[in-house]
């Protein structure tokens, strides 16, 4: 496994709204390696599609999302901090991010309200950091014999998939959107541009979910039959039987809450199927998110063969 290549996409910044760094590195990544791959693929990107990026391979029946941005913190006023997205937060968590004074190495510090059981959120760093900056979990990767532990697996273990996906598939679109951590919306101009210039039937969610009471470290990739939003179930249970057909391990997936890109998928006007197909982590958006080497071969296997056959 390329675990240099995930510490790598691990560490670059990328929160919600500020994703232009994963892109230009994805950019650079297509270029340098893409004369390797079974097809090289047409790079859409540019200021219709902001931050985001498409790769189109041959002929695409299949599109498969997977989001760059990462949860955060942004500065407010003096030291407080406002999270972007859902970031677990503790005392004493290590912060990066950089202003016009230099780069920014800080604490995280939580002040609780009894009142209202809500919690302030401050920095605690040798110098006043400019309002507007973001901050991120500093990347402490570690890669062991079973697990591997990082910030921001979520969700660039999907990118990583989607990267190693890119050097057999012959047909399909990888899209790389922007702004899923807080609640989508690059999603629905992405579909319009994808229907309007190079239509396709069916989307499929490279995303991470839960380890939880019933999905496990070490027993392959998640099929989610439903979260907050529910797909149709004739296509999801085309996607099990193709997988069960390939006989790879997956494990299934039923949650009340909890969305994706699929979301966005799911409230657009277009007539496309869809499925979120993961890989389970624990301790999701912490500094030490934590995934089974296992689970990402199995992650691998299942988008590479899906993508030969729908």
Known sequence: MDTSLLHKL??????S???SLMKEFLIEYVKEHSASWKVQPEVIAGEELQDCLILRFGNARTAVFAHMDSIGFTVRYQDQLVPI??????????????????????????????KDRRKKLHYKFGRGIISGTN??????????????????????LGIYNMLKLAETLENGLIVFSCWEEQGGG???????????????????????TWVTEGVKHGEGAVISLRDRNIPRRPFVNKII???EDAQLPYQIEVEVEGSSDGREVHMSPYPLDWCFVGIPIAHAHTPHEKVHKKDIESYLNI???????L
């Open 303 to 309: 988008y590479q063969y899906l993508m030969r056959t």
């Open 17 to 19: 709204g500020d994703e």
């Open 135 to 156: 901050l991120v979990y500093e990347c402490d990767f570690k890669a062991k014999k079973k697990y591997i532990t990082s910030s921001y697996l979520d969700n660039r």
């Open 10 to 15: 691990c560490e670059i910044f990328a929160p």
């Open 186 to 208: 690059s999603v629905p101009f992405l579909l319009d541009y994808i229907m309007k210039h190079h239509p396709v039937k069916q989307c499929l969610i490279a995303d991470i």
């Open 241 to 243: 039987k193709l997988v």
């Open 85 to 114: 997205g859902s970031p677990d937060v503790k005392d004493g968590y290590k912060l990066i991010g950089e202003d016009n004074l230099g780069p920014i190495v800080c604490d995280l510090k939580v002040q609780e309200q009894k």
